[in-house]
């Protein structure tokens, strides 16, 4: 209930402040599990993705935004779990394991944190290990003017000015009778993440 009411206002938002744009749409699917993978540069951009699709996203979130218990309770009706940064977080794998076993939708911000200047970082490998763990495709998403409005650090958003756009791109399928090799999670990586970047640059 909570996520529906959060979506909808958070459309209207982005809607009317920043003129949101969703592209690539046709490349969304309407049911069956899948990844999403985003490139993350606002506290902005969960609220982006959850406006941009109809379906309801399962989001990966730091532990430590769950310390507090309006946090934890917010967090967890907004479909939200907590992962473990600094560590392999075994419950946290198995959970979204779960989740794509239910036919539902995992959302990622791969870099595992927010980019300090908007550009993208090192992906870190646990979404090709889910995604090939699974056989699940994953869809690189490239968001772009959540930075320009609401930078990590900064407190109060700037409106009007700049315009959001996600774009979601093709689905990824990563072989898994690969999942122990380092060298194709490597490339798959890699890949990924050019992926997020030509997206995230086309909207410009």
């Known amino acids: 209930m909570l996520y529906s009411i959060v979506r909808i206002i958070s459309w209207i938002l982005l809607k009317i402040f920043w003129g949101m ?5 046709e490349n969304i699917p309407n049911n069956g599990a899948v990844i999403i993978a985003s490139n993350h540069i606002s506290a902005f951009d969960p609220f982006v993705l959850a406006a941009s699709i109809n379906r309801e996203i399962y989001f990966i979130s730091k532990k430590e935004a769950f310390k507090s218990v309006l946090g934890k309770y917010l967090l967890t009706n907004l479909n939200a779990f ?9 419950i946290a794998f198995k959970k979204a394991l779960k989740i794509l076993q239910e036919g539902k939708i995992l959302g990622i ?7 300090l200047d908007g550009e993208l970082q090192e992906l870190k ?8 763990k699974t056989g699940v495709p994953v869809l690189p998403v490239g968001i772009s003017g959540t930075h320009q409005i609401c930078p990590r650090g900064k407190k109060f958003p700037i409106l009007f000015k700049h315009k959001v756009i996600a774009n979601y791109g093709t689905p990824q399928v990563f072989q898994k009778m690969l999942t122990k090799n380092k060298e194709y999670q490597d490339e798959s990586i890699n890949l990924l993440g050019e992926k997020i970047k030509e997206l995230s640059k086309m909207n410009n």
């Open 21 to 25: 744009e969703v592209k690539g749409t």
């Open 109 to 115: 911000f791969p870099e595992g944190t927010r980019s």
């Open 125 to 132: 490998l646990g979404v090709i290990k889910i995604a090939m």
């Open 82 to 90: 907590p992962v473990d940064r600094e560590n392999v977080d075994v």
